[in-house]
T-cell receptor, first 116, second 113 residues
Framework: DTEVTQTPKHLVMGMTNKKSLKCEQH?????MYWYKQKAKKPPELMFV???????INESVPSRFSPECPNSSLLNLHLHALQPEDSALYLC???????????????FGPGTRLTVL | QKEVEQDPGPLSVPEGAIVSLNCTYS??????FMWYRQYSRKGPELLMY????GNKEDGRFTAQVDKSSKYISLFIRDSQPSDSATYLC?????????????FGRGTSLIVHP
């Protein structure tokens, strides 16, 4: 299985809602990532988990809360979002770890989020 | 100056043309180079990766790295309308650990029949 899956594909939420994005991979990768991508822009890193521990938080507002329940799953909990948070949210995974010399990332299809 | 520069295009070519997509970079520590293809409203798909200067070929795609000039290219031969997508270059150091790639902004390619 060489796939990263994400659910839901589309999400529309109000500014007072609480929702979660889910990501799953079964490639045995130990690093997982959340990216945000606006139209015609490159992916913008939000969080990195390495061996289920949060290793990078790129100064993301607290209304975004990541969670890594196990080595295959990654969640992004959303609360009190703003309309400017509307974007494509991408999950990626890579082998990761100190013994890995190369680190190509495999991306999921993304969740298209619209905040009203 | 951004670490990775990539012309956003769009680049419009006729079917069958040879396409050249390029990125320049400023960080000498970058040793590992990747090309991703992203269709509209989809996640990026890893096309090719290389960590040495020179050429690497895979079917219609050739990745080229010139570390002395800090310049990388992706060539697409016999381009098809299905190649129409945004092509992102990405690069990272090669020293172990969980290094995060730095992405270019992507070049939009349109191949018209």
């Amino acid at each position: 299985d060489t796939e990263v899956t994400q659910t839901p594909k589309h999400l529309v939420m109000g500014m007072t809602n609480k929702k979660s994005l889910k990501c799953e991979q079964h490639m045995g990768h130990r690093a997982m990532y959340w990216y945000k991508q606006k139209a015609k822009k490159p992916p913008e890193l939000m969080f990195v988990y390495s061996y289920e521990k949060l290793s990078i938080n790129e100064s993301v507002p607290s209304r975004f809360s990541p969670e890594c329940p196990n080595s295959s799953l990654l969640n992004l909990h959303l609360h009190a979002l703003q309309p400017e948070d509307s974007a494509l949210y991408l999950c990626a995974s890579s082998q990761g770890g100190a013994r890995t010399l190369v680190n190509e990332q495999f991306f999921g299809p993304g969740t298209r989020l619209t905040v009203l | 100056q951004k670490e990775v520069e990539q012309d956003p295009g769009p680049l419009s070519v006729p079917e069958g043309a040879i396409v050249s997509l390029n990125c320049t970079y400023s960080n000498s520590a970058f040793q590992y180079f990747m090309w991703y293809r992203q269709y509209s409203r989809k996640g990026p798909e890893l096309l090719m990766y290389t960590y040495s200067s020179g050429n690497k070929e895979d079917g219609r795609f050739t990745a080229q790295v010139d570390k002395s000039s800090k310049y990388i290219s992706l060539f697409i031969r016999d381009s098809q309308p299905s190649d129409s997508a945004t092509y992102l270059c990405a690069m990272s150091p090669l020293s172990g650990g969980s290094y995060i790639p730095t992405f270019g902004r992507g070049t939009s390619l349109i191949v018209h029949p």
